[in-house]
Structure formats: structure tokens, C-alpha cells
């Protein structure tokens, strides 16, 4: 299977939107209040690789963007007569990590964030998600626009709608974004990409009364999880 990453074309899609006023781009992911999650008889469980799998994120002020990763720390997709199910996955949030600058602006920037004024990693060490839905893309439009113009920030070609609770801090709010899901015999990849409104997730911090920082966070995640028994996907 083709592994798909998001990180390798940061740096040159960054450059459309340097000193940028706005998030990336992206779909906004359609949120509202947590769902039940439903689990799917007979479906098999596959465990995510964490080591080819990844969270990404960008945040924007008025002046600039700052860019990172947070490891996932596991999870697992479900799976029945080929096609994702369910599953869901838990996010290191110790491991997060600004990498667009020095590293002495990174480190600072990096204690920032995980203090109380934006994830306080310290009282929250994990974040999650987890799978409510999974149904076909069938129009032109989907959680937040037209998917027609080409972007390193957006999936141009999904095929699903995802939905599902996503935990941050002590707030755990629904949404639903597309998604590009690919199933063979080998496994399932997953890769989305789209924009959350971080206040919905009691991250309130404002910033700098003269650089004040949007509200939308960009994420991209990139998910594999690997067939023990390839037979058992078909």
C-alpha cells in the first residue's frame, strides 16, 4: 500500500499564505454536540500503525503561522465487507510540537501550548477521537465548501463523510469532515484534512492584543493500519 503523508509538502504550500490572517484553506468541519458511539457486529479490528500514522497542525495569528505534529498514541479501525466501520484513535498530546521555526522559538512556542493557556498537556495528557459514521461523498459539496479547487490543504478527491467525537481537553464535541479512506487486502489508510473553530474546545487563549490569534486550527491526519490476516478484509 502507498503510504500518503501530509508533512512533505508543508513547506511549499506554506508559502501561499506566509504572514497570513486566516487559516489554511480547508474544509470546516461540521461540529455539533457528541454522538453514540454504535458498534458494527462482525466487523474486524485493525490496529493502527502508529509509526506511519500522524497528526499536523497549523495555527495563525495576524502576523504569521506556526506549524507541528502531535503523535498518536493508538487506536484501531474497524472494518466490515471491506469498507471502515468504525474505529478511533488517542493523541499524545505530551508529544506536541511546533517545528516551523528555531529551535529555541519552537521550544518556547511548544511549553506554551501545553500550558493552561491553550491544551494544558499537564492536567490533559490525551486527546481522542472516535468514529460515529462513515457514509459515501456523493455531492459536490461537503462540510464547509466546494471540492474543486486543487489544495495542499484540502482533500480534493474524498470519497467518505467521517464523523466523529472528538475529545480535547475536557470538551468533547462532534464533527463530520471528507475523508479520502482506501481498503485492500493489506489494510485501510485514512487521510483528512479540514479546520476546527479551537474555542469549541475551551481554547480561549486570545493572544496579543496587537497579534491576536484566529480561531480556526488546521489539521491533517494521516492513518494506516495494517492487515494481520489480508484474507480476513474481503
Not at 499524545?92 to 493552561?116: A, F, R
Not at 462540510?143 to 479547487?149: F, L, P, S, V
Not at 462532534?174 to 481554547?203: C, H, M, Q, S, Y
Request: aromatic share 8%; proline share 4%.
Amino acid at each position: 500500500m502507498k503510504k500518503t503523508t501530509i508533512l512533505t509538502i508543508l513547506g511549499a504550500a506554506m508559502l501561499s499564505f506566509t504572514a497570513c490572517k486566516q487559516a489554511p484553506k480547508s474544509d470546516e468541519a461540521l461540529t455539533g454536540d457528541a454522538k453514540a458511539v454504535s458498534i458494527t457486529e462482525g466487523a474486524v479490528s485493525l490496529n493502527i500503525n502508529t509509526t506511519e500514522s500522524k497528526l499536523e497542525w497549523v495555527g495563525t495569528k495576524l502576523s504569521t503561522y506556526h506549524s507541528g505534529t502531535v503523535n498518536i498514541k493508538g487506536g484501531d479501525l474497524q472494518l466490515k465487507d471491506g469498507s471502515l466501520t468504525g474505529g478511533k484513535f488517542t493523541l499524545d498530546m505530551p508529544t506536541l510540537v511546533s517545528l516551523k521555526d528555531d529551535n529555541e522559538s519552537n521550544t518556547k512556542l511548544t511549553g506554551h501550548l501545553s500550558s493552561p493557556d491553550f491544551f494544558d498537556v499537564a492536567t490533559y495528557p490525551e486527546a481522542s477521537f472516535e468514529i460515529t459514521g462513515v457514509k459515501p461523498f456523493t455531492g459536490a459539496k461537503a462540510a464547509g465548501g466546494e471540492q474543486t479547487e486543487i489544495s495542499e490543504y484540502t482533500i480534493t478527491d474524498p470519497n467518505f463523510l467521517v464523523s466523529g467525537n472528538l475529545k480535547i481537553k475536557d470538551v468533547t464535541k462532534n464533527i463530520e469532515f471528507p475523508a479520502k479512506i482506501t481498503v485492500n487486502n493489506n489494510g485501510v489508510e485514512a487521510v483528512a484534512k479540514f479546520n476546527i473553530d479551537r474555542k469549541l474546545w475551551n481554547i480561549v487563549y486570545p493572544g496579543m492584543p496587537d497579534d491576536l490569534i484566529q480561531d480556526m486550527i488546521w489539521f491533517g491526519i494521516s492513518l494506516k493500519a495494517n492487515a494481520v490476516e489480508p484474507t480476513a478484509l474481503k
